[in-house]
């Protein structure tokens, strides 16, 4: 039944899409323009408007102003000015029924304007329409002519023409174009063209538009002038969406943070996430995985994975990619959002306080918002964009050669021979008895030997096209893109293609209904790598490819002497291990139609909104018997699928009205459901023909195996804003917002999450209005509430335990089951409530804006597994509540108009973000180590400071270790001097950065632009697992690794200024409460993340066809200024990048291409 109406459902919205697509064509070709035009009538019955009007400024000794556009081809009846009693009378019949009015301006002076009903709008409300912003100019320009004296007609001396567009090139309607000190002006077309009649002293052109700077521009002897119109910084009227509504950062109460994506280059990045590195305050981003299509991990203010929001639809925060029986098969990581096009993409905002207590439930780890482009009035507009680039990897591990190889293995296995047996330097026995295993013959005659490293990993490529076409006409506005994005991975093995393409349309059945539909739908291929770390405990066995090149030795051969591939300990041959087939495909569909109600014009108005995103995900391989892998010369394969669907279906009501001249208020109310599915199996068998390379498991010989799983959640939501606007000065806002979800027992299945927040808009108080520099000056401060659920089930479940018992002499058989969760009816939501103080502030003419924000979020009833369940229960760890959590830090935003004139402009943004994650109470559950503190920071590791290396016959302080009395040890700190090393003299090194910093500069000079974005951070510490491979001990002693260029670093008797521990000390042999703190370093970073330089061509005379052409080349991950050791410091601590041999970060070079027809 379910699938029968979800096939109905769909067909009905192809169905309708279709229908609306051609309604959309034919409109576009009905209504060229969205001017309106004269009923057709027989051509001997219409004169030419303008040579009527021309015939009225004779007859009665008037002026008309207006704009060109407004009557350029239009045509009225002959005889309608005969018979009429006036000059109004006359000009009302004549332009009524062309859609145009008149207003006398003073006895001489009169201006014509098209109708435009007036918007009668709150400051909060959606961004201006093309015709509102037309009628705003009108009324600008009316405006200006009233302050003008009355004089007679000027005379015309010459006609200048041109056109008016943004900084990306696109044309601007409804500019103001105006003679400097005169009442003469026009507004521009929809395509940006503007034409103006000027007398013969006209000096000086003055271009405005609402949300963009002033310019002026001498006129001389130039009759075409066109102009380039910036965006006025941070204005104070651009607009921000917010949950269920917008606003302006004028009256923003609260702390949120948007991103303007079309500066940032998206020619080698293929998901959203990646557009983001450094953008916006209090939003840390890191690289999980470089491999193509790898996850971007999100955090806002240190929280966990946000809410991520897409044109009102809840999606789902990570990546789907099935599982594999194998559990040793290395993991992949995937990032969300992975079928979103980076180019469709017209804001994102991030909500950081008590604005996403809206959200309510999942949104205690704040809200990204992410607004798709949609279609504007006016002709068709197609835009093409293309890229190729070249990706290298950049600076990674340096691998030994073979004759740096064994003398290394040489040198050190001799250093561990000496102390072992208590020989000189180590001891007082004579040093004899040691045999290189490697002689000075065979190192002499090794060479470079084999570059192992180098048969995995290569050069790269990526290939990016994209195509929009949008436009819109009296009743249709729409857009539409497609997207092919090809990427050449720098790891073998490791590819991916990307198909997309997108539909979005918005149909005005009339002046109170309109119909909204939002389609997206992809396709991804990925060739998965053999880069990373494995899973399921397995050691060197079930290396990856990348693993395994670092662990095999260079002076081994590929193949030996008969042809066969090499193998080293129980690692896999590297070349062998790149004939696993592993390949994921994943597909999705994201539809989202929403229904819009003018119950009362202007003042009420009804949403109705539906969304289905619906994702997919097959991941097969196929592993032959020539390779050598997990221990086993055998044939595996695995089928693993995974589908999940996540539906919102939501109801709101707006409210919006001046109750009095001094308050306003704006209102939003609704109800909504939210449900989540997701279902997936896997197949697994060994023993299949190589000849067949193929996943087909029936044709399995050996054991197979199957598992399935599924899960559904369901949530239940009441929510509701207001927010008053009084005198203009003062704003007050709150929300609730009342969530059930399906998981938890009916005594905690619903909780409510309230939120308020008030702001003074202390520059609009009377006792500064002389301060003529200030813009803005807003104090504003938030709290609220909101909950977490992470997906804990609060009810017992069982499930098959694997055992199949046989009775009946094996006839009859039953499969066990056992019961992994016990019921939780306590268990209940996740807290957090966030407090933010902020101030915003703009001086002179917004040059200079920017904001401060201190905030503190407390984190109560933590959801976390419990641990501590009875090992012989056969119970899996249980969800439990507990602890209180304290995040507390600052914001610093910073927007500067460094250079602003004509041929030159320079613009400036900085962020800086601070904030320390501490417990406050710990879990009942906690049993605390003695070095442990209740209040010790959340993300703390703790290790024993470190200060040097132990040197040949220095004395051996009485607290080091048993297992560091040798030279070559670390030399242990004791903190308070007490001379023991117990819990007092543990360090705690915080992974949180200190300081998050981002930091862009924008430069345009005439036709050319650079931009150069850099973000960093300070004060983090990591583990460092690159240095496990200048381990000697566990490394190249152990024979499981090769070793690195870091090994001249080592202490040994042939080096003892080295700074690393030698092959005297074992680190794994220590009986302290923690380790040593050799590993832990400084991760500080400062990395340009893009650097672009481009060039805008304008092709004066083929406008018509070609508005411009831009050509680019982008460096992404051009430098990182560090002095952090190791793969790469923009790491997370001991996951699967900070693992031996992670896909390396890669540098990308990008040619590309933007042309606007």
């Known amino acids: ?90 000009l009302a019949s004549l ?62 001396e010459k006609t200048i023409t041109g056109n008016v567009v943004d ?153 789907l990619e099935p599982g594999v029986n194998f559990s040793e098969i290395n993991s992949v990581n995937r990032g969300a959002l992975a079928g979103l096009n980076p180019n469709d993409i017209e804001s994102i905002e991030v909500l950081k306080d008590a604005s996403a207590a809206i959200y309510g439930v999942n949104a205690g780890n704040g809200v990204v918002l992410i607004t798709t482009k949609q279609g504007k009035a006016g002709r068709i507009s197609v835009n093409y964009s293309g890229s190729r680039s070249y990706v290298q990897n950049m600076e990674f591990l340096e691998q030994l050669n073979a004759t740096e190889y064994m003398s290394y293995y040489n040198r050190f296995d001799r250093d561990r021979y000496l102390a072992q047996n208590q020989m000189d330097p180590f001891g007082p026995n004579p040093a004899s008895g040691f045999t290189p295993r490697f002689s000075t013959e065979e190192i002499a005659q090794a060479g470079v030997g084999t570059d192992w490293v180098g048969q995995v990993l290569r050069n790269g490529s990526i290939d990016n096209h994209n195509i929009a076409i949008s436009g819109g006409a009296e009743k249709v506005n729409y857009y539409f893109s497609g997207n092919y994005f090809n990427q050449i991975g720098t790891v073998q093995n490791s590819d991916m293609r990307k198909y997309s393409a997108r539909m979005n349309l918005s149909y005005h059945f009339n002046d109170w209904l309109s119909l ?217 806002t709150g929300s609730y917002r009342y969530d059930g979800f399906s998981y938890f027992f009916p005594e905690s299945k619903f909780a409510g999450f309230p939120s308020a927040s008030v702001g003074w808009k202390i520059s609009n108080e009377s006792f500064l209005s002389d301060v003529s520099n200030l813009d803005l000056l807003k104090l504003r401060a938030s709290m609220g ?55 915003d502030f703009g001086f002179f003419n917004n040059r200079i804006s920017g904001s401060l924000d201190w905030f503190r979020d407390d984190v109560t009833n933590l959801l976390r597994a419990d641990a501590n369940t009875p090992a012989l229960s056969f119970l899996a760890q249980q969800p439990v509540n507990g602890g209180h959590q304290v995040r507390t830090g600052y914001e610093v935003s910073l927007n500067t108009d460094n250079v602003r004139n004509r041929d030159f402009n320079w613009r400036s943004t900085i962020n800086v973000s601070h904030y320390s994650y501490r417990w406050e109470d710990r879990f009942e559950e906690d049993d605390l180590a003695p070095y442990q503190k209740v209040t010790d920071p959340v993300n703390a590791i703790y290790r024993f400071e470190t200060d040097g290396i132990l040197q040949l016959n220095e004395e051996v302080p009485a607290w080091q270790p048993e297992a560091a009395q040798l030279a070559g040890s670390p030399m242990f700190v004791d903190q308070n001097g007490d001379g023991q090393l117990d819990s007092a003299d543990v360090v705690i090194y915080n992974q949180t950065p200190r300081l998050s910093i981002g930091f862009g500069n924008n430069f345009r000079y005439k036709n050319f632009d650079l931009t150069v974005f850099l973000y960093g951070q300070t004060g983090a510490y990591r583990v460092n697992n690159s240095l496990a491979w200048a381990d000697p001990v566990n490394g190249i002693l152990g024979g499981n690794i090769a070793g690195t260029s870091d090994l001249q670093y080592v202490w040994s008797t042939e080096n003892q200024g080295g700074t690393l521990p030698g092959a005297t000390y074992n680190e794994a042999a220590l009986t302290t409460l923690v380790g040593s703190d050799y590993n832990i370093t400084k991760a500080n970073f400062l990395r340009a993340r893009n650097i672009t330089l481009g060039y805008t061509f304008n092709f004066e005379g083929l406008k018509q066809y070609v508005r411009d052409l831009r050509v680019y080349l982008d460096v992404q991950n051009a430098f990182v200024l560090t002095k952090y050791k190791g793969a790469d410091p923009e790491v997370e601590a001991e996951g699967v990048k900070g693992g031996p041999a992670p896909y390396p970060m890669a540098r990308t070079y990008s040619l590309g291409v933007n042309v606007n027809f």
């Open 95 to 156: 332009l009524r029924p062309l859609g145009l009015r008149h207003e006398k301006i003073s006895e001489q002076i009169y201006g014509i304007y098209l109708v435009v009903p007036k918007p009668n709008r709150t400051k909060r409300q959606s961004p201006q329409s093309e015709a509102e912003n037309l009628y705003n100019t009108q009324i600008a320009l009316i405006n200006r002519l009233k302050e003008f004296p009355l004089r007679a007609p000027v005379a015309i």
């Open 516 to 732: 909204n539909t939002n389609f997206n739908t992809n396709r991804n291929r990925f060739t998965n790598s053999g880069a990373g770390w494995q899973t399921g405990g397995a050691g060197a066995e079930a290396f990856t490819a990348l693993q395994a090149a670092y662990t095999y030795p260079a002076y081994l051969p590929i193949r030996d002497e008969n042809g066969d591939l090499v193998r080293f300990q129980t690692t896999g041959n590297p070349v062998s291990l790149l004939n696993i087939d592993d390949n994921t495909q994943y597909k999705s569909l994201l539809a989202n139609i929403s229904l819009d109600i003018d119950i009362i014009p202007d003042v009420l108005k009804g949403k109705l909104l539906y969304g289905n995103n619906t994702e997919s995900s097959t991941r097969d391989f196929f592993i032959p018997s020539t390779v050598y892998w997990f221990n086993l010369s055998r044939s595996r394969a695995s089928l693993n699928w995974s589908e999940r669907q996540n539906q919102t279906m939501e109801a709101t009501l707006s409210f919006t009205k001046a109750l009095s001249d001094a308050v306003e208020l704006d209102a939003v109310a609704g109800v909504a459901q939210y449900s989540y599915e997701e279902n997936g199996f896997g197949l697994q068998a060994q023993g299949m023909l190589d000849a067949l390379n193929t996943t087909a498991v029936q044709a399995g010989t050996a054991a197979s195996n199957v598992n399935s799983y599924k899960n559904a959640t369901k949530t239940r939501s009441f929510f509701a804003r207001a927010s008053f606007d009084i005198l203009d000065r003062y704003i007050v």
């Open 1 to 90: 039944m379910y699938c029968t109406l979800l096939n109905l459902i769909r067909s009905g919205t192809l169905l309708l899409m279709m229908l609306v697509s051609v309604s959309a064509f034919s409109q576009t070709v009905a209504f060229s323009s969205h001017l309106p035009v004269a009923d057709k009538v027989p051509q001997q019955q219409v004169n030419n408007l303008k040579n009527i009007l021309d015939q009225l400024e004779k007859q009665y000794d008037v002026r008309f102003n207006y704009a060109s556009q407004l009557i350029e081809g239009k045509r009225a009846q002959a005889n309608i000015t005969q018979n009429v009693a006036s000059l109004d009378e006359t």
């Open 785 to 839: 509430t909101t909950g977490n659920t992470i997906g804990t089930v609060a009810y017992g479940n069982y499930a098959p335990d694997g055992i199949v018992i046989g009775f009946n002499d094996g006839s009859t058989k039953l499969i066990a089951y056992q019961l992994t969760a016990i019921d939780q009816p306590d268990l209940t939501w996740e807290k957090t409530v966030t407090a933010n103080v902020g101030l």
């Open 167 to 319: 900084e990306n090139n696109e044309a601007l309607p409804g500019v103001n174009v105006l003679v400097k000190g005169t009442s003469i002006g026009t507004v521009t077309d929809v395509d940006g063209n503007y034409r103006l009649t000027t007398p013969d002293d006209a000096e000086t052109l003055v271009f405005s538009s609402v949300g963009y700077q002033t310019e002026e521009i001498a006129i001389g002897n130039q009759t075409t002038i066109n102009m380039t119109l910036l965006p006025d910084i941070q204005s104070l009227q651009e607009v921000v969406v917010v949950g269920y509504g917008t606003t302006t950062r004028e009256d923003l109460t609260t702390s949120i943070a948007k991103v303007d994506p079309s500066n940032i280059p998206a020619a080698a990045n293929p998901n959203v996430s990646d557009l983001l590195f450094g953008r916006a305050a209090g939003l840390r981003v890191v690289q999980q995985s470089a491999q193509p299509g790898g996850n971007v991990d999100l955090s806002i203010r240190g929280r966990g994975n946000p809410l991520i929001v897409i044109d009102g639809v809840i999606m789902p925060n990570t990546g």
